[in-house]
């Protein structure tokens, strides 16, 4: 199971399990998970912006999550993947959902110095909450990147960073 966000370190995950998944012949869940952030009072704000409405961002979210794994999938059949998209709170969908799951992949989101000391509040949470073991793929493993991603994240030594 992999926590899809549209960052660059959720796809790496993705990546990452894509390929795992290929050497263990298993499925694997790609899970976007959204908020709905609508403060509704009266036909006013939407139409004045009516992408505001719920339905049309979860439209969004989906078109998003699809063309993600679309995209990391690379024309290939394998390994079956289930795209979801799912309401509510990102930490607390993905720490219910990994009841069933092998593993929980995140991506490591962390940006700066102050950052190398926490991981981001979702993944950190998830580490908590899971009924699995949860993963976090960092940023610069060699995943077999793209040269394109590959160039903005030079790879590094897993181990010793």
Known sequence: MVG??????????????????????ASVYAIMVWQSHAVLAGPG???????????????????????IVSTCLGGESAPEVHAE???GHPAEVLAD????????????????????????STALRC??????????VPTGMDIGNSDEEA????ARDPVLG
Do not use: F
């Not at 939407?46 to 049309?56: F, S």
């Not at 580490?127 to 976090?136: E, G, S, T």
């Open 45 to 67: 704000p939407l139409t004045m912006y009516p992408e505001l409405a719920p339905h049309h961002a979860r439209e969004q979210h989906w078109r998003d999550l699809t063309s």
């Open 97 to 120: 959902r990994s009841t069933n799951a092998a593993m929980l992949v995140l991506g490591d989101q962390r940006h700066g110095r102050a950052a190398e000391v926490v991981l981001g």
């Open 151 to 154: 160039a903005e994240n030079p």
């Open 127 to 136: 580490i908590h909450k899971a009924r699995c073991p949860v993963l976090i």
């Open 85 to 87: 998209l799912l309401e």
């Open 4 to 25: 899809i966000d549209g960052s660059q370190a959720s796809i790496r995950a993705l990546r990452w399990a894509l390929r795992e998944a290929r050497v263990r012949d």
